[in-house]
Nanobody
Framework: QVQLVESGGGWVQAGGSLRLSCTASGRTFSNYAMGWFRQAPGKEREFVAGITWSGGSTYYADSAKGRFTISRDNAKNTVALQMNSLKPEDTAVYYC????????????????WGQGTQVTVSS
């Protein structure tokens, strides 16, 4: 089993930046693809960014392209989401998730989830 803990959320003004981090433990981290998802009140959980187990390929939702960057450090068992040029519509709880071997944009295909970290962007 993999345990995930997110950190780095907070409150920022529009145009600001945040860096979210996720620390994994419990199993071989490098065997898992990682993703970031978010969920705003009254909305479904949506894919934000994903990264393959090797870190060789990354994937982004259209809303995140050009602003967000996902990265991982398998030696440290961490995955990060650098968020720049934040917009009010980015306000949500952000979750990191782990999926065995293959990356996915579908939340129900990830086996392990963190508890989430709140990101609030003011206009």
């Amino acid at each position: 089993q993999v345990q995930l803990v997110e950190s780095g959320g907070g409150w920022v003004q529009a145009g600001g930046s945040l860096r979210l981090s996720c620390t994994a433990s419990g199993r071989t981290f490098s065997n898992y693809a990682m993703g970031w998802f978010r969920q705003a009140p009254g909305k479904e959980r949506e894919f934000v960014a994903g990264i393959t187990w090797s870190g060789g390929s990354t994937y982004y939702a259209d809303s995140a392209k050009g602003r967000f960057t996902i990265s991982r450090d398998n030696a440290k068992n961490t995955v990060a989401l650098q968020m720049n040029s934040l917009k009010p519509e980015d306000t949500a709880v952000y979750y990191c998730a782990a999926r065995r071997v293959l990356v996915s944009t579908k939340s129900n295909e990830y086996q392990y989830w963190g508890q989430g970290t709140q990101v609030t962007v003011s206009s």
